[in-house]
């Protein structure tokens, strides 16, 4: 294993075993769950939006170390940020994990996920939180909030 290959597990390991904002809002805007047909993992998402900002947002779910990992980076990711630009990080992401070339420096931790790209049976591991993110906020759209999300 590279010295590269060793960091992004350490990351991964070290979201895995201290998970940030793991749990459910008591009463959150939208909370949306999705799983992973491949192994029946299930995740869910839920998450506050005040003036076209996620202000609060919680998963919970049981997965493998990669789906846990990456729900908890998606969860520090988008806290703060608008719906848009959450939207944006989601998009970034997916072509990441696709395999395209993007500048990641602006990804912090989740940067380490790509090196899930090489084992493809876990990229929809990495990518279970981020479709159930993008389905909340497409409820959210919906739910008589458009033009804000
Ligand atoms: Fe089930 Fe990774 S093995 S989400």
């Known amino acids: 294993m590279s010295a590269l290959d060793e960091l ?3 990351v991964i390991l070290e979201h ?3 998970p940030r904002n793991q749990g459910r809002l008591d009463e959150p ?8 047909p491949l192994c029946g993992d299930d995740v869910e998402i839920s998450f506050d939006v005040q003036d076209g900002v996620v202000t609060d947002i919680r998963f919970q779910g049981k997965g493998c170390s990669i789906s846990q990992a990456s729900a908890s980076m998606l969860t520090e990711a988008v806290k703060g940020k608008t719906t848009a630009a ?3 990080l ?3 992401f997916k072509t990441m994990m696709h395999g395209d070339s993007i500048s990641v420096s602006e990804l912090g931790d989740i940067e380490a996920l790509q090196g899930v790209r090489k084992y493809p049976v876990r990229i929809k591991c990495a990518l279970l939180a981020w479709t159930t993110l993008q389905e909340g906020l497409d409820l959210y759209a ?3 909030h458009s033009g804000s999300a």
Not at 29 to 36: E, L, M
Request: charged share 40%.
């Open 8 to 10: 992004y597990r350490e």
């Open 16 to 18: 895995y075993k201290n």
């Open 29 to 36: 805007d939208i909370a949306t769950r999705g799983h992973n």
């Open 86 to 88: 959450a939207r944006e």
């Open 90 to 92: 989601i998009s970034t």
């Open 142 to 144: 919906k739910a008589d």
